[in-house]
């Protein structure tokens, strides 16, 4: 089983950037696929989906209403996944998680309540 640690949250004033990062230990990380989801306050029950990319990173799926915004990365090499994320409005402030599976990103989205592995979450807070 892999695990997963991210990191790069913080606080930003609407328009800024971040980068967040996800680094693995454990399992081959090549051998999972990655999401990001995130989690913002007060919204308990689900977390949205943001982005996914397959076992090598070469395919990505996003959300349709962040697509443009966000950039989902995977080096299997630094055994890391990145979420590149611009133009940040309050809106986006929530705590982001990224996620491994070793079955299909393109369904990571839908199997929330069966991914293989979670990281533990960092927060990003975005000020108007």
């Known amino acids: 089983q892999v695990q997963l640690v991210e990191s790069g949250g913080g606080s930003v004033q609407a328009g800024g950037s971040l980068r967040l990062s996800c680094t693995a230990s454990?399992?081959?990380?090549?051998?999972?696929?990655v999401a990001w989801f995130r989690q913002a306050p007060g919204k308990e029950r689900e977390r949205e989906f943001i982005?996914?990319?397959?076992?090598?990173?070469?395919?990505?799926f996003y959300a349709d209403s962040l697509k443009g915004r966000f950039t989902i990365s995977k080096d299997n090499a630094k055994r890391t996944a990145y979420l590149e994320m611009i133009n940040l409005k309050p809106e986006d402030t929530a705590v982001y998680y990224c996620?491994?599976?070793?079955?299909?990103?393109?369904?990571?989205?839908?199997?929330?309540?069966?991914?293989?592995?979670w990281g533990q979450g960092t927060l990003v807070t975005v000020s108007s």
């Open positions: 996620a491994a599976d070793r079955r299909a990103a393109a369904t990571m989205r839908n199997r929330q309540r069966t991914l293989d592995a």
């Open positions: 982005a996914a990319a397959t076992l090598s990173g070469a395919s990505t």
């Open positions: 454990g399992d081959t990380f090549s051998k999972y696929a």
